[in-house]
């Protein structure tokens, strides 16, 4: 993890975690009744085993052959 502090200021930084749409859509979805902590938890820990499953899977998938390493790469031509 990075320290946003390391080029914003504490006061910014803290504003913007006011202002972050994930958590203000929380909010807002308990607020109205449409989505309870529980269902959050539920939810994030589904998430997280999907995640470890597609993690899982492509640490599991064939390398790409070495010669395809630069295939469909385009280099600007110089006058």
Not at 4 to 33: C, M, N
Request: negative net charge; proline residues 8%.
């Amino acid at each position: 993890m990075y320290d946003a502090e390391l080029y914003r200021s504490k006061q910014e930084v803290e504003e913007w975690k006011r202002r972050d749409p994930i958590t203000l859509l929380q909010s807002r979805l308990e607020e109205w009744g449409l989505c309870s902590p529980k269902d959050r938890a539920d939810l994030e820990v589904a998430l997280g085993a999907e995640i470890e499953e597609a993690v899982a899977f492509a640490e599991a998938g064939p390398w790409e052959p070495v010669e395809d390493l630069t295939k469909d790469v385009c280099t600007p031509v110089t006058p």
